[in-house]
């Protein structure tokens, strides 16, 4: 597997401008702007994200055309749609294998930089299988550690809402 250095913006923008070439589309101005948003990003951001960062130091750049250039660059595989349902799509910008650390409940979405063992599982799947796997991605679903702290102190609040609650009930029936 091709391996691109993980957070590089220059190997990104390389990536996103030699996609769009070898589709056969030009690379306009507007595109140009778009694709170095994109390799300096390492938020994962939705469309809204992408329009209203470019916007501040290019306005004349329309809605439109970021969608229209975000959507050309997930058609041809650049940039991965990483979903959450209907209002909540984000965008991986980043093509090198890596994981994922998806967040439940602010969906934060953060790469992890360490070695994610992504090589000897596609040398494993191709000795076992045959397969040759082209691109990989792997996401870890779950709460990042502020979300798991208010959601401990959330639960704690409940349980004791709960037994003030049953302790009332205990009273009145006592
Ligand atoms: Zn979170
Ligand atoms: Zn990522």
């Known amino acids: 597997m091709q391996t691109i250095i993980a957070t590089d913006p220059a190997a990104k923008n390389e990536h996103y401008l030699r996609t ?19 390799a300096e990003t390492d ?13 501040e130091t290019h306005p004349e750049i329309s809605r439109a055309t970021v969608y229209n250039t975000l959507n050309t660059l997930q058609e041809l595989g650049a940039i991965v749609e990483l979903s959450f349902g209907a209002d909540h799509t984000h965008y991986e910008t980043n093509p090198a ?24 599982l596609t040398e494993r799947v191709r000795d076992e ?9 792997i996401d870890l679903v779950g709460f990042c550690s502020d979300c798991r702290s208010q959601r401990i102190a959330e ?20």
Do not use: W
């Open 155 to 174: 639960i704690r609040a409940m349980a004791q809402c709960s037994s003030s609650s049953e302790q009332q009930t205990l009273g009145m029936l006592q």
């Open 20 to 38: 769009l070439k070898q589709a056969g589309l030009r690379i306009t101005p507007q595109r140009k702007v778009i694709c170095a948003y994109l």
């Open 43 to 55: 938020r994962h951001p939705s469309a809204y994200q992408v329009y209203e960062g470019i916007a």
């Open 97 to 120: 294998p890596h994981v994922n650390l998806i967040c439940l409940r602010c969906h934060k979405i953060v790469d992890y930089h360490g070695d994610p063992g992504i090589d000897a």
């Open 129 to 137: 299988l045959g397969f040759q796997s082209a691109a990989a991605r």
